[in-house]
């Protein structure tokens, strides 16, 4: 019997029904949930930095994604508002379309 004592998408307990097993799982309460959302963003980041391919890498940045709406929403905020914070920073400081990489600044 695997034991996994982790968060998992919403849908899992479901799916593992239809397979015939009984998975024993719970509700977090609010301060364990932010505690298992950033265990998580863990989880898929290096999923993510370990992918083999574009595809494996767009499918766990899909995760990533998934995961910091749980954490933008616990944290009081909304994705809408994550949005306009990223587009706010963007516009103030640029992104990194451009691929920039400093190297140092000799004068400071």
Do not use: W
């Not at 849908?11 to 097993?21: C, F």
């Not at 998580?40 to 993510?48: A, H, I, N, P």
């Amino acid at each position: 019997m695997p034991t996994y004592n982790k968060l998992v998408r919403d849908r899992i307990p479901e799916i593992i029904t239809s397979r015939g097993l009984t998975p024993n799982s719970r509700k977090l309460d609010t301060e364990e949930y932010r505690i298992e959302l950033r265990k998580k963003l863990q989880e898929e980041v290096q999923e993510y930095l370990s992918a083999a391919n574009d595809k494996e890498s767009v499918e766990e940045l899909a995760d990533v994604l998934e995961v910091l709406h749980g954490l933008v929403e616990i944290h009081g905020s909304s994705v809408q508002e994550l949005e306009q914070v990223r587009a706010h920073k963007a516009a103030e400081r640029g992104g990194f379309r451009d691929r920039c990489f400093l190297i140092d600044v000799p004068d400071a």
